[in-house]
């Protein structure tokens, strides 16, 4: 299965844009990004997901490089509540759409 | 409705105990997921039910045992559970489970299992 690298923590002020990179270089042509975040005790929720092109919802936008080795989640303006731990992940192609989630980011954001 | 449910929230069961972890969702989706969350880790997929067959089952050992009665539901059926079973399991859901990664899951808030 392809993998996916994050940092393992990130840092924002509220208002402010947050940009939450992942690496995921042996990436497939038929594999999905998709990025999900968890608040404590709580189940992961789905942010935004993408193949080629970025894409943009009302939660989030992810920017995926030409090469599609790594891509980025953009929150445009982070709130106390977008605090939580992203995941970024890879389905579909060659893992029968099974979804293999990387280590996650912390994101803290400061009032 | 996009809630996927889970009971109990809760779960406290000796390694001799038979119990079983259900999961519920009613926005028609035909694919249905068993996850285990260990603390400050990611879910690690066990088992994937897809229009109410398993489709995949990631190596899981036979004391986790999963069954899809209806396309609403799924249980996890435990049995002789170790303590390093403890964990938080999640289910989730989506509208389908293809081979193909364009669907977005929807996950329950989880049932956290303490073997004791």
């Known amino acids: 299965d392809a993998k996916t690298t994050q940092p393992n923590s990130m840092e924002s002020n509220e208002e402010e844009p947050v940009h939450l990179p992942c690496n995921h270089s042996?990436?497939?042509?038929?594999?999905?990004i998709h990025w999900y975040r968890q608040l404590p005790s709580q189940g992961p929720e789905y942010v935004i997901h993408?193949?080629?092109s970025n894409v943009n919802n009302r939660m989030a936008s992810l920017a995926i490089a030409e090469d599609r080795k790594s891509s980025t989640l953009i929150l445009h303006r982070a709130t106390l509540r977008d605090a939580a731990v992203y995941y970024c992940?890879?389905?579909?192609?060659?893992?029968?759409?099974?979804?293999?989630f990387g280590q996650g980011t912390i994101l803290t954001v400061h009032p | 409705d996009t809630e996927v449910t889970q009971t109990p929230k809760h779960l406290v069961m000796g390694m001799t105990n038979k119990k079983s972890l259900k999961c519920e969702q009613h926005?028609?989706?035909?694919?249905m997921y068993w996850y285990k969350q260990k603390a400050k880790k990611p879910p690690e997929l066990m088992f994937v039910?897809?229009?109410?067959?398993?489709?995949i089952n990631e190596s899981v050992p036979s004391r986790f045992s999963p069954e899809c009665p209806n396309s609403s539901l799924l249980n996890l059926h435990l049995h002789a559970l170790q303590p390093e079973d403890s964990a938080l399991y999640l289910c989730?859901?989506?509208?389908?489970?293809?081979?193909?990664?364009?669907?977005?899951?929807?996950f329950g808030p989880g049932t956290r299992l303490t073997v004791t």
């Open positions: 993408g193949l080629t």
């Open positions: 989730a859901s989506s509208q389908e489970s293809t081979g193909q990664g364009n669907y977005e899951q929807y």
């Open positions: 926005m028609g989706h035909r694919a």
């Open positions: 039910y897809s229009y109410e067959k398993l489709s």
């Open positions: 042996t990436i497939s042509g038929t594999d999905y």
């Open positions: 992940g890879l389905a579909g192609g060659t893992s029968y759409g099974k979804l293999t």
